[in-house]
């Protein structure tokens, strides 16, 4: 199995609950390692940029509205099959699907407000992480 990169974002519900500290344990406690890690307000320019592939999606507007109502933190996870690996312990999109302890299970409010995002393939990590992070912010 290879190392592979991964993009994470806690999203506004989490930082407004101070939940930074526990998401980051569950993610280093499930193998991934933090190697590049920010907080900051996304504009909405970026925020509907991130999420352009759901840009003809019903609940477009009200994802980027979300996004942007508060801070963020986005990170690079690394380690072992790391893209599937964060889906692992993120949990379901939706929080009444999500398996006993997963993050999404433990932190999520809603569907909208589901405390993290993850990259869902790894050709996807690349554009995600590269859309955030200079290659000299990674470190290993
Ligand atoms: P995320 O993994 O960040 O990718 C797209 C986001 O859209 C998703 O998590 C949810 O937070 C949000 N979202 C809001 N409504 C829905 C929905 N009905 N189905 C899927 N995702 C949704």
Same mark, same amino acid.
């Given at each position: 199995?290879?190392?592979?990169?991964?993009?994470?974002?806690?999203?506004?519900?989490?930082?407004?609950?101070?939940?930074?500290?526990?998401?980051?344990?569950?993610?280093?406690?499930?193998?991934?390692?933090? !190697?590049?890690?920010?907080? +900051?307000?996304?504009?909405? &320019?970026? /925020?509907?940029?991130?999420?352009?592939?759901? $840009?003809?999606? %019903?609940?477009?507007?009200?994802?980027?509205?979300?996004?942007?109502?508060?801070? !963020?933190?986005?990170?690079? +996870?690394?380690?072992?099959? &790391?893209? /599937?690996?964060?889906?692992?312990?993120?949990? $379901?999109?939706? %929080?009444?699907?999500?398996?006993?302890?997963?993050?999404?299970?433990?932190?999520?409010?809603?569907?909208?407000?589901?405390?993290?995002?993850?990259?869902?393939?790894?050709?996807?990590?690349?554009?995600?992480?590269?859309?955030?992070?200079?290659?000299?912010?990674?470190?290993?």
């Amino acid at each position: 199995m290879a190392i592979e990169r991964t993009l994470s974002i806690i999203k506004p519900d989490a930082t407004r609950r101070n939940l930074t500290g526990k998401i980051n344990a569950m993610l280093e406690g499930a193998g991934l390692r933090i !190697v590049a890690q920010k907080r +900051l307000r996304l504009t909405r &320019a970026q /925020a509907e940029g991130f999420y352009d592939v759901h $840009a003809e999606r %019903p609940f477009f507007n009200d994802l980027c509205t979300f996004m942007t109502s508060g801070p !963020v933190v986005v990170q690079v +996870l690394e380690g072992e099959s &790391a893209v /599937a690996k964060n889906r692992e312990v993120m949990g $379901a999109t939706n %929080p009444a699907d999500a398996a006993e302890g997963t993050i999404r299970k433990e932190c999520a409010e809603s569907i909208e407000a589901n405390s993290v995002h993850g990259s869902d393939s790894s050709e996807n990590a690349a554009k995600e992480i590269a859309f955030f992070f200079a290659e000299e912010e990674i470190v290993g």
